[in-house]
Nanobody
Framework: QVQLVESGGGLVQAGDSLRLSCAAS????????MGWFRQAPGKERQFVAA???????YYADSVKGRFTISRDNAKNAVYLQMNRLKPDDTGVFYC????????????????WGQGTQVTVSS
């Protein structure tokens, strides 16, 4: 199995950038499809971005062109570069791992981090 720890969240203004990191330990992250999900207060966890085992990337329409997911297998880490942040991006961001093909459904993922808060003020 794999343990995931997110970092990099914070309070920023609209238009700013943040880079989230997800450090994996245990089994190497390169053997998993990795995803980022966001959960706003009172709302369901929503797909943000994912990267497949082969390195293909996938994005929610709301973040396409602004966010970039990447992985560094040597560092056993996954990143989410978030540019031109909007207040609607506010929420707890979770890193997740799936030992299969990528999915946009949060309940298809096997392992989760504890989350990191991102707050975007207008």
């Amino acid at each position: 199995q794999v343990q995931l720890v997110e970092s990099g969240g914070g309070l920023v203004q609209a238009g700013d950038s943040l880079r989230l990191s997800c450090a994996a330990s245990g089994r190497t992250a390169s053997t998993y499809a990795m995803g980022w999900f966001r959960q706003a207060p009172g709302k369901e966890r929503q797909f943000v971005a994912a990267i497949s085992l082969s390195g293909n990337t996938y994005y929610a329409d709301s973040v396409k062109g602004r966010f970039t997911i990447s992985r560094d297998n040597a560092k056993n880490a996954v990143y989410l570069q978030m540019n031109r942040l909007k207040p609607d991006d506010t929420g707890v961001f979770y890193c997740a791992a799936r030992s299969s093909y990528y999915s946009r459904s949060w309940d298809r993922y096997d392992y989760w981090g504890q989350g990191t808060q991102v707050t975007v003020s207008s």
